[in-house]
């Protein structure tokens, strides 16, 4: 699931995966809270986390302040 | 020249087994790249088909959407392969969307590099040296192959049988039965058969519908 587009903007879906972290969260937690496959919710994680906009942090991921930016912009 | 060629194609292909752990993978697919362990926790049906564009394919395609609600209902999520770019992917579940009115829900592989049919042995050039067959993979949640269909470029599979062998699978899972040819759920399925004979002498006693000792039956 690609999230970011070529402009730099998130992509929706990517959007609502990373409006479901603004704190601490499990995977799991996430595919459940967004309605979206739990195989969706691991790509995009891995690939919002090589992009910076999240962080793991004991088996859960949050958004980092670049991530927060994002959603908010 | 050809028979070289198909020899040394033979030699390089694995083949998947099953009870063993389904060979791990990246792939870059219309949803984004993913990996197998990004299914782990649920079922997956892995498969592919020879070509975009193409009849059989479509109505295949068709097909897998049609029971994909049912799928995801037991747990199972659909993964589609085939060696054709993304783009082409994305034009051809957009067209049949657009001619079929059928939205494609699950992703697809472009396995461009061949990579993925090679590890699980997609590629049967007795058929096709450049196409996939129409082959299905079950993989467990744990990541176990559990059971391969291999269909050639000619025939389109059964999408029920599909559902068939995941609703008998799980119910072995769920109950350490067998199912017997043909089964569906809710019909009675085997016990399995004893070990010892004091087992088998015991298993007539046991109340199940047996025709000998080898042979029961019960219902779930």
Redesign the interface.
């Given at each position: 699931?690609?999230?970011i587009n070529e402009d730099g903007t998130l992509t929706p879906s990517a959007r609502a995966v990373l409006s479901a972290i603004s704190s601490p969260i499990t995977s799991?937690e996430v595919a459940k809270s967004t309605g979206l496959?739990?195989?969706?919710i691991?790509?995009?994680i891995?690939?919002m986390l090589e992009a910076g906009l999240v962080e793991e942090k004991e088996e859960k991921y949050v958004a980092t302040k670049l991530g927060r930016a994002k959603i908010e912009g | 020249m050809e028979e070289k060629i198909i020899t040394e194609i033979k030699e390089a292909v694995s083949m998947p087994r099953l009870g063993e752990p389904a060979p791990t993978f990246e792939a870059t697919t219309t949803?984004?790249?993913?990996?197998l362990?990004?299914?782990k926790?649920?079922w997956l049906i892995l498969f592919s088909h020879p070509a975009d564009f193409t009849p059989v394919c479509t109505t295949e395609f068709m097909g897998f959407a049609e029971i994909h609600p049912e799928l995801k209902r037991r747990g199972v999520?659909l993964l589609g392969l085939s060696v054709d770019s993304v783009s082409s992917h994305i034009a051809w579940v957009r067209n049949i969307e657009e001619k079929m009115g059928v939205k494609i829900p699950f992703p697809v592989i472009a396995d461009l590099d061949k990579k993925v049919a090679t590890l699980y042995g997609m590629i049967h050039p007795g058929e096709s040296k450049t196409e996939t067959a129409r082959c299905v993979f079950v993989i467990d949640p744990e990541g176990i192959l559990r059971a391969m269909i291999y269909y050639p470029l000619t025939t389109g599979r059964n999408m029920q049988e599909i559902l068939r062998l995941i609703d008998a699978l799980q119910t072995t899972d769920k109950h350490k039965v067998a199912t017997p040819a043909n089964w569906k759920p809710g019909e009675a399925v085997i016990v399995p058969p004893p070990k010892t004979q004091e087992m088998a002498e015991q298993r007539l006693k046991e109340g199940y519908e047996c025709k000998d000792w080898y042979f029961c039956k019960k219902k779930l």
């Open positions: 699931m690609p999230c799991e496959p739990l195989f969706r691991r790509s995009s891995r690939e | 949803q984004g790249v993913v990996r362990e990004d299914f926790g649920g999520e």
